[in-house]
């Protein structure tokens, strides 16, 4: 089986690894500059469980250097989409499998409200490009549920959290989901076949969209965020602004913020993706985490003054920074 992973940071090397260590798979990488070079030179390396794992890895820059794969997974940064994506035609043919696994809400998650409205979201798929690049009957959902950094090109470290949930664009179960959910699980993940990826998604992103962003404006590790009475205040209206919107959209949160923060708070003095980019100098990605909750509030004309408020900091924050390119909506 050839698989392509399309994206080698943190969640993309964790996961490319672990196809790895079953030698029935060839794990390919699409990957540039240091990633690249060591990806060619040492292969898939990652640390877990004080166990260093290294497995042979062909990286190339150019998707045309490996032709069709079975199995695809994307784990871009978001920002990165709309230049990668259309390069990726020739490794994808009427079976192959494109995974996608990223931050926030992907390119394909409102497939069906741009379609009845003819007008696409800017913040996620502008001008409808990313749908056109990768076709939709190819497509699975993927929801990460762990912690991974890059040390350093070519090294990922997994810090917490093996729990993969995968599933359908349109719901329900399939024969192609639960073959991919037995792979996973028998590389060593903890994986489950989702019936509604969806509303998997939408939670994720409702636990996340306030911890990422405040993180990067404040510099604070998530416990100090929630540590703070006010801040803590503030994530719970901008979650629950979003869970009327979830109800909307047929994601439902059935949830209190207050659960929630009891949750994150164990995770304990963590640094967000999203601050670990701001760190490094890194675009953010804004678009996919806050940008398309605010275009979504305008499309439904649902007033959410507390997700504004903290999409135009951030943007603010971010654009002042060099690490946002404001877009139209």
């Given at each position: 089986m050839n698989i392509c992973i399309v994206g080698v940071g943190a969640i993309g090397g964790f996961i490319g690894a672990r196809l790895a260590t079953n030698h029935k798979f060839i794990v390919n990488a699409l990957a540039r500059g240091k990633s690249l070079a060591a990806l060619n030179k040492h292969g898939w390396r990652l640390e877990q469980e004080g166990e260093l794992i290294q497995?042979?890895?062909v990286a190339v820059e150019s998707a045309s250097d490996?032709?069709?794969q079975?199995?695809?997974v994307i784990a871009l940064k978001t920002p990165s989409l709309s230049q990668v994506l259309p390069t990726l035609a020739p490794l994808i043919d009427e079976n192959t499998l494109v995974i996608s696994a990223m931050n926030g809400i992907p390119w394909w998650f409102f497939r069906d409200l741009e379609t009845q409205s003819n007008h696409p979201f800017q913040s996620v798929n502008p001008k409808g490009a990313n749908g056109r690049a990768i076709p939709y009957k190819n497509i699975i959902g993927l929801v990460v549920h762990a912690a991974a950094v890059r040390s350093e090109p070519g090294i990922i470290q997994h810090k917490a959290g093996n729990r993969l949930l995968i599933g359908e664009p349109e719901g329900?179960?399939?024969?192609?989901?639960?073959?991919?959910?037995d792979i996973l699980n028998k590389v060593g993940f903890d994986c489950n076949h989702s019936?509604?990826?969806?509303?998997?998604?939408?939670y994720k992103l409702w636990g996340n969209m306030t911890m990422n962003p405040i993180s990067a404006i404040t510099g604070a590790t998530v416990d100090n965020i929630l540590q703070d009475p006010l801040v803590r205040k503030y994530c719970s209206a901008v979650m629950n602004e979003a869970a009327i919107l979830g109800e909307k959209i047929g994601c439902?949160?059935?949830?209190d913020p207050e659960s929630r923060h009891k949750v994150t708070e164990k995770l304990g003095a963590i640094k967000t993706s999203m601050l670990q980019d701001v760190e490094n100098g890194n675009a953010i990605e804004l678009d996919s985490i806050l940008g398309i909750i605010?275009?979504?509030t305008q499309r439904l004309e649902i007033e959410s003054p507390n997700i504004e408020s903290l999409f135009g900091l951030t943007r603010l924050f971010a654009t002042t920074k060099g690490l946002y390119e404001k877009k139209e909506t």
């Open positions: 497995r042979p890895c490996l032709g069709v079975d199995i695809v329900g179960k399939s024969d192609r989901v639960q073959a991919l959910t019936s509604s990826i969806r509303s998997e998604i939408w439902q949160i059935t949830e605010y275009e979504l």
